[in-house]
Structures are given as C-alpha cells and as structure tokens.
C-alpha cells in the first residue's frame, strides 16, 4: 500500500458543495479493520447525485462517493479475509455515510465485503456492479414465489436503466418472455437486442389509473414505483408477484388493496444496501454462471478517477447510456 493515494473528495463548507480529484495519506483513512487497494469502482446515479450535489446522498463530509468497489486486501484484522485477497463490495452506506470506492484506496468493515466470485475478474464485477446485483436479487425473489417462465409474461419498468436493463437480459437468458416499458421507445431495438419481446410506451403505466385492469402480467419488476407500480398491480394476473426496487416516478405508492384482496398477488420490496451476506452471495453466484462477457463489453464504458466527475455530470444530463466503470489504478 502506498503512503498517498489519489480520490474523489466532496466537501460542503460554508455551504459551498465542491468535489474534486485530491490525493490523500493513506492515514487519513476511516479506522476501520479492512484495509484495500481499490482496482475497479463504478459510476451509478446515485454516485452522480452525490458528486453533482443534485441529491441529498451524502450523509457527511469529507466524503468519498462510490457505493460499489472491487479490491485487493492490504491489511486486515478480520480473520474471514486475507492479504492479497479480492473482495466486493456493495451498498452498506458506502459512499454515502462511509467512504466510498471512488479512490485509490479504502478501509472498510469486514461485514461489508464479500469474497470475489471466481467465475468473475475484478472488472467484470463492477461491469455488472449494484445495477445487475438488484436485478438478480429481484428475479431471485420471483423465482422463489414460484414464477417460471410457463408462468406468462414479466413486465421490466424503466427498462432503458442500469437495474432494468440488466433484468430484461437476465430473464431472457432464463427462458422468461419481457415486455419492457420504457420512456425512451425510439430504443426499442435496443431493448429487444438485449431479449424483450415487446416495448410499450411508459405512459401506459404512469397515470392514475383504475383499482383492478386486465388481467396481464404474471410478474413484473419495478424500479419506478408510485402510480406506475400501483398500476402494475391493478395488472397482474392472479398470484401475480411484483418486486419493488426503485422510485424514478416516486415514493408514492397511489394503490387500492382491491388487487392483492381479489386476485391474491404479492409486492415484495428489494433492498440491496443492508442486504443479508446470503443473499448476496447467491445474487452474485448467478451473475457469474450467467452473465456473458460480450454482454458486458457492450454496455460499459471505461473511465479513470480523473474522468469521473466530468462524467458525473454527463450522467446526470441524461447523456450515458449503460454501466461506467472506474479503474481506479490507472
């Protein structure tokens, strides 16, 4: 581990929000037992948010965004990881309340990592990053209330985003027929490149609507919540299931019980920031087993640390398409 490392570094002081590239001493790390050198990190919305100011994500400062990393242990007094180890990382407030991955190095909790996969490379992990990591999670959690793919279409919201994308893939490649909603239909091809079926305009889901619709869906994952979420409900077909992990529309939740009461579907919530160490293990055992490297070659693009913020504010602008990921060494 070297004595200095290089890092995004956001400050708030006199009510002047600022990030900037800085290089640090590897002293003025967090005190906790995990010491890293930081390979691979990712640039998500909420990483944008935190280092254009455009979200109240960070929690303290200084701070060092990046809620996703990939690295090599350097010292450790945790007796579940060793020097020289790879490791991942994903959520636990990284980024927001403890820093993050977007630096050269980082000291973290040993609860928070897990072990990399051997079926993945450092980059790849962070190709497919929290974005894939959620997808999995939410397919996970329809698998186990019994949907398969005889078990009639899977609706993917915000399926032009980083979790949406990935879900529409995901479940192609395991068998299920996607319709993707989308706000941005001119990259419909796109969306059934990637395996949708079909492409419907958002705008069919994102208006106050009726308390039961047809009956149309068997499952579906949201990452939009309010009046399109309330509305998938009112879509499912009996014992349908939805999975809830994201609120681009809203925080809102606009529904009546009349769906879960008449047709007995289920809504299950997604969190992947506190998520149990057994769940992501599996998560991330799936996504080695079955993401393709050319998939992931074609989605992501790769940026050094002194390229993330002027990429940040690209990303924010609606500007990137697909996964940023960070060499942090380069």
């Avoid at 106050?208 to 149309?216: F, Y």
Wanted: aromatic share 6%; net charge negative.
């Amino acid at each position: 581990m070297n004595n200095q490392f290089k890092a995004i570094v956001i400050n708030n002081t006199d009510d002047k929000y600022t990030a900037s590239v800085q290089t640090l001493n590897n002293s003025e790390l967090p005190n906790l037992p995990v010491k890293l050198d930081v390979l691979y990190s990712t640039l998500n919305y909420k990483d944008g948010l935190a280092i254009t100011g455009k979200g109240p994500v960070v929690r303290s400062f200084p701070m060092v965004p990046g809620i996703d990393l990939v690295g090599k242990v350097t010292d450790s007094d945790s007796s579940e990881f060793a020097i020289d180890q790879l490791v991942l990382l994903n959520g636990f407030g990284v980024g927001e309340k403890y820093w993050g991955g977007l630096a050269q190095q980082a000291a973290v909790n040993g609860d928070w990592l897990l072990p990399l996969p051997t079926s993945l490379t450092p980059k790849q992990a962070m190709q497919i990053g929290t974005a894939g990591y959620t997808a999995m999670l939410s397919i996970i959690a329809l698998e186990k209330q019994g949907i398969t793919p005889d078990s009639g279409d899977i609706l993917v919201t915000g399926a032009n985003g980083g979790v949406g994308s990935f879900a529409v893939y995901l479940l192609n490649l395991l068998g299920f027929t996607v319709v993707a909603a989308t706000g941005r239909v001119d990259q419909s091809e796109h969306l059934k490149q990637l395996g949708a079926s079909e492409v419907i305009d958002r705008n069919e889901l994102s208006n106050p609507g009726k308390p039961l619709a047809k009956e149309r869906f068997a499952a579906a994952i949201d990452s939009v919540g309010s009046h399109t979420l309330a509305n998938i409900c009112a879509s499912l077909k009996y014992g349908g299931v939805v999975t809830a992990c994201g609120l681009a529309q809203g925080m809102d939740f606009p529904a009546s019980v009349a769906p879960f009461i008449l047709r007995g579907i289920s809504l299950i919530g997604i969190d992947s920031v506190m998520r149990p160490k057994v769940d992501r293990i599996q998560a991330w055992q799936r996504l080695g087993e079955l993401v393709e490297q050319s998939y992931l070659d074609k989605i992501s693009t790769e940026i050094n640390l002194d390229q993330v913020i002027n990429a940040a504010d690209e990303l924010m602008a609606g500007n990137i398409r697909g996964r940023v990921v960070v060499n942090c060494q380069q």
